[in-house]
Structures are given as C-alpha cells and as structure tokens.
C-alpha cells in the first residue's frame, strides 16, 4: 500500500480509529514499526508521513515527520463503456484506474445485461482501496448513462472499437473510446456511430475477446 486516504490528514498527534484503523492494521497488517503515508482526498497532492507513538486493539496514536507536496500528472484518456455484467465491472476497475483513465462512463446500450443497477458507493470504494495501493492520488471519475446517445453528446475525439478493418494503434491520438459489451454495438448503435462520424478501429488480435480484455487492451494502446 503506497499511502492511507484519511479525512485527518494533517493533524498532530492524529488518533486512527474506525475503518482506517481496522483497514490498515487488520486488513493491510501494516507494522508498527514502518511509517505511515497518509493523504486527505480533499487535498490529495499533500503526502503526510506519520510513525505510530502507541498502538492499542482500536486505535494508533500518530507523530507527523514529514509533510511534502507531490504532484500528478493525469491522463485525458475517457472510456464509455457499454455495460456487462456487474461482476466483470468491479472486476475491471481497478485496473482502468491504475491505467490512468480520467473517466468513465458505464452506458446501458442495447446488448447490455438488462436493467444493471449500479452501486456508485461500491465502485468508489473499488476504486479508493486502488488508488492506495497503486499510489494514484486522484481516482477516476465514474458516471452512469442511460444511452449511447449520452456519451456521445458528452465526449469528443471519439473512437469506437468495432470489427473492422483499421487497427487501432499506439499513434492514434483519440481522447476517448466507446466500447461495446460482450456482443459488441447493436445494428442501430453502428448506424448512430456512423451518422455522428465517430472513427472506427479494431484490436490486433485474432480471436473474439471478451469485454473487459477489450477495454484493458484498447486503453493500453491509446496512452
């Protein structure tokens, strides 16, 4: 775990107690004796570094030594996502967000499983725990839409990932990509896809992959 998100960052002597407590001792078995990083996501770019004075069964008591500011540079990658099943959703988070992606966007398009409810309080905790443990300091953003349509009134350079005969290359300079689910673009989304004028492309790969290594693999090659 690279650093401890905590709305006390700051504070000295800090008192870690509750959830942070029991994440970081219990879950994360951290050491009394290794120093504890510690950001406040209201000022993320801040990095407090804390060791523990005491350590009881509910709570550490914490010193401040070193307070620095730390930068990051973000990625302008955006990702619409037409949605599979939740499982494979929270599956793939945390690896979107150690990719870099900005934002995105889960989209109910017609090949979708249905009316999938989404949990955005779930999600954000997916993606806090994977901020913290790869050392991202602002997580990505999420949003939930009810059409293709959606995204693409919200988002521009678009690029769609469909079977076709261009590949989508590490030169292509998109800021966003829209991906099907597991079926791909209905017949009227490709129709909606075409009258915008949104570019197509297609991954190397020989086989029929499944949503979530499209989505993996069509991001890699666009940062």
Known sequence: MQFLFCDKGGQDPLILE??????????????????INIRDSREPETLYTYEIESLNRREAKLKLI??????????????GWC???????EKTLPMLNELG???????QCDFSQGNIKVDLERLETILK???????????ME??????????????????????VDEVLSSNDSFNSIVIGAEGGFSEDERDLIKERSIASRR???KHILKSETAVISAVSRLL
Do not use: W
């Not at 070193?66 to 990702?79: A, F, L, Q, W």
């Not at 999420?142 to 990932?161: G, N, Q, R, T």
């Open 18 to 35: 509750g959830e942070p407590f029991n994440y970081l001792f219990k879950v994360r078995r951290h050491r009394k004796e290794r120093p």
């Open 66 to 79: 070193e307070k620095r500011e730390t930068p990051e540079d973000m990625e302008n990658i955006s990702v």
């Open 83 to 89: 949605l599979p099943s939740i499982k494979t959703v």
């Open 101 to 107: 992606v900005k934002k995105l966007y889960l989209i």
């Open 129 to 139: 725990n994977s901020s913290m443990q790869s050392g991202r300091i602002y997580q």
């Open 142 to 163: 999420i949003e939930v839409l009810d059409s293709l349509d959606s995204f693409l009134e919200k988002e521009s350079d678009i690029v769609s990932l469909d079977f």
């Open 203 to 205: 991954l190397p790969s």
